[in-house]
Nanobody, 114 residues
Framework: QVQLVESGGGLVQAGGSLRLSCLVSGSSVRANAFGWYRQGPGKQRELVAR???????SYLDSVKGRFTISRDNLKNAIYLEMNNLKPEDTAVYSC????????WGQGTQVTVSS
């Protein structure tokens, strides 16, 4: 059974940084593509960053240069480093694995104050 557990969210002032973690069990981070999604208040869920099996990275235009997705094969985890955070980054951030029907974590709240 695939399980994704996110952590690292919180309240931060604009300009600050956070690092989100997604601990994965039941699936290897090397064998599947993973993505970080977010859903802000009153907004649709959007793909923020994605890492492919080959390690190719892609980002939402509004976070390019500020966010970095990475994986740790030994820890079997996916990370999202977020710098220069803005109030519009406020959302619930969720980890997703592109395997079978797809699996989601429970999400972690990120709140950026102005």
């Amino acid at each position: 059974q695939v399980q994704l557990v996110e952590s690292g969210g919180g309240l931060v002032q604009a300009g600050g940084s956070l690092r989100l973690s997604c601990l994965v069990s039941g699936s290897s981070v090397r064998a599947n593509a993973f993505g970080w999604y977010r859903q802000g208040p009153g907004k649709q869920r959007e793909l923020v960053a994605r890492i492919s099996v080959s390690g190719s990275l892609s980002y939402l235009d509004s976070v390019k240069g500020r966010f970095t997705i990475s994986r740790d094969n030994l820890k079997n985890a996916i990370y999202l480093e977020m710098n220069n955070l803005k109030p519009e980054d406020t959302a619930v951030y969720s980890c997703y694995v592109e395997r079978g029907v797809g699996y989601w974590g429970q999400g972690t709240q990120v709140t950026v104050s102005s």
